[in-house]
């Protein structure tokens, strides 16, 4: 039964990423936060028609409240008078408010919040069965699957307009693309998957399941159709790394599967080609290729054809340690020679001065 932990992990990694990629490129990754906020308008709504705190309306209509959600950021942000991250900033809170005051003010003696109905916790999910075919499975796995095919399908078919309204909608407009059926359509997905998610796994673990694969694999890639498998790829992995991990050290699955997914991002943020890493390896070398240009190009000057090892350290302000560490490399490509404690340029010194002057486009 433990293995169906793993598999409703996966099939919601891989469902979430998936729409994740795009949520990133349109720089609305925090989207799905704000709907795990907003749906529990949803929830007390529906529960003052039912009466019924275990009614499934109340998931339907948390459901139709994120679908909404994401439709009023769109139209506040189409205003221009306020940037969308803002946008989202005052939908969510505005919402969430609303909630909160009928809960307190008609609801006041019901336990009703979000852990109530949507905070759903992965190691419980094979509990909730449902017969398919005279197989039993978790409700979770089948209703996630449904919605990774749906979410699928939903690529397949738009992915040359997807990928075009999320680089240049203005473009994919004067194309004749409907931006507005591609835009609704993406984020009515990612409301119902966000909500089937957060019944399954939590809400903490679904918007780490939207936002980070997709991160990760976009610092990595910046072609669309390579950046959606990496994130499928990311999604699976930190699944399947938190799981194995949260049971062998008896930790919580969705607090070890978030916390993996960070590793997996800060390993790929550091040490990416174009990562922190490689960018400060990449200065300090050009530092150093900077600086013993710098004392061949002062070595070639006529007044400072031979200098002693005080006149360099002198001149650049260089430490002993610093000097040795230039000098030493410069003699052993044979730039300078040494000569009565003296330094000069070699002939092939000469010609790197030469070429490096043309390089920078410095006076001779």
Known sequence: MMIEVLFVLIVTAMATSLLGVFLVLRGMAMVTDAISHTILLGIVLAFFITNDIRSPWLIIAASLVGVLTVYIIELVSQTRLIRQDAAIGFVFTAL??????LVSKYAGDVHLDLDVV??????????NRIEIFGLSIPNALWQLSIILLINITFVLLFYKELKITSFDPKFAYIAGFS?????????TLVSVTAVAAFDAVGSILVINFFVAPALTAYLLVKRMGTMIMLALFFGVLNSVAGYYTSFYFDLSVA????????????IVFLFNPNGWVSNRVQKARQKKQFNRAMILMLLNEQSHESLTQEEIMTHF?????RFNR???????????????EKYRLTRRGVEFTHYTRIKYELPA
């Not at 931006?179 to 984020?187: E, S, T």
């Not at 230039?326 to 009565?340: A, F, G, S």
């Open 96 to 101: 969430f408010a609303i909630a909160i005051i």
């Open 118 to 127: 949507l905070m759903g916790e992965v190691i419980f999910a094979p509990f």
């Open 179 to 187: 931006v507005a059926f591609i835009h609704y359509a993406l984020m």
């Open 255 to 266: 607090g070890t599967t978030a916390f993996i997914a960070l590793i997996t991002f800060m």
């Open 317 to 321: 302000n260089l430490t002993p340690k």
């Open 326 to 340: 230039h000098i030493d490399h410069l003699l052993v490509n044979e730039y300078i020679e040494k000569h009565n």
